[in-house]
């Protein structure tokens, strides 16, 4: 399996502090927030990792990382030079990809789990993870029916489909590529990654896990705060690298 992290973005709702560096780049506690990430995926054997960035900060991240020879990694970057969504990731790793299963995950997606099984043991299909939230309206938001089976993925629904927000963590096999290029881009002009969950949950190849620990989508001022106590207090000594 193939890993990639997205962590392009203007990362504006953290103006001023992402003024002068990638939002991913900023400190959660003692690390780089793109190194919880990076632990994501090399907890879980993944080697070989995509890091999708924007052109503005791409000496930033290669002055941090360098070739991931540092962590026993190999580590490849391409530039996402405008905001074509969480999917677009898919048509720009296509040949990085090639005929390998992959698992990407936001940048800016902390988790207190260690995810490396479910990971692990992924065979074909898709996979991702549901978390129980106040704010749904926030997230892509999957619909359960009366036996917890998901029905219904729906990003930042208007109206009130579900408490369960879908995490930044999503597996895939390999037709996710032609997949992204038989989909079009949504009114807001992005392609969404509910799309493609929504394929494979219209094929009975999709699984949602849940998340029982705690999951921060650290992309404010509040959620980089609650990253950095969690952070403090249950992952400092978690982290492998």
């Known amino acids: 399996m193939r890993g990639i992290i997205l962590s392009g973005g203007s990362g504006t709702r953290l103006a001023p502090l992402t003024k002068i560096t990638s939002k991913q780049l900023l400190p959660v506690y003692h690390r780089p927030m793109i190194y919880y990430p990076l632990n994501t995926l090399i907890k879980a054997g993944i080697k070989e990792i995509l890091i999708i960035i924007a052109p503005e900060r791409a000496g930033d991240y290669l002055n941090l990382l360098g070739s991931g020879r540092e962590f026993g990694c190999k580590f490849t970057y391409e530039i996402q030079d405008k905001p074509r969504?969480?999917?677009?990731?898919?048509?720009?790793?296509e040949n990085f990809i090639d005929q390998?299963?992959?698992?990407?995950?936001?940048?800016d997606n902390i988790f207190a789990d260690d995810l490396s099984a479910e990971i692990k043991n992924f065979t074909s299909g898709g996979k991702v993870f549901a978390k129980k939230v106040p704010d749904p309206e926030?997230?892509?938001?999957?619909?359960?029916?009366?036996?917890?089976?998901?029905?219904?993925?729906?990003?930042?629904p208007k109206e009130w489909l579900s408490d369960y927000a879908l995490t930044g963590l999503y597996i895939f096999d390999?037709?996710?590529v032609d997949v992204v290029k038989n989909t079009q881009p949504s009114?807001?002009?992005?392609?969404?990654?509910?799309?493609?969950?929504?394929?494979?949950?219209?094929?009975?190849?999709?699984?949602?896990?849940?998340?029982?620990g705690e999951w921060i989508d650290a992309g404010t001022f509040d959620s980089l705060l609650r990253a950095q106590n969690l952070a403090r207090e249950k992952l400092a000594d978690k982290l492998i690298i």
């Open 174 to 176: 390999n037709r996710v």
């Open 138 to 156: 926030r997230f892509g938001v999957v619909k359960f029916d009366e036996r917890m089976k998901a029905v219904k993925i729906v990003e930042k």
């Open 187 to 212: 009114a807001r002009g992005e392609m969404e990654i509910t799309d493609i969950q929504n394929w494979y949950l219209e094929r009975g190849e999709l699984e949602v896990a849940m998340v029982a």
């Open 100 to 107: 390998e299963n992959v698992c990407m995950i936001l940048g």
């Open 85 to 93: 969504g969480l999917a677009d990731a898919y048509r720009i790793g």
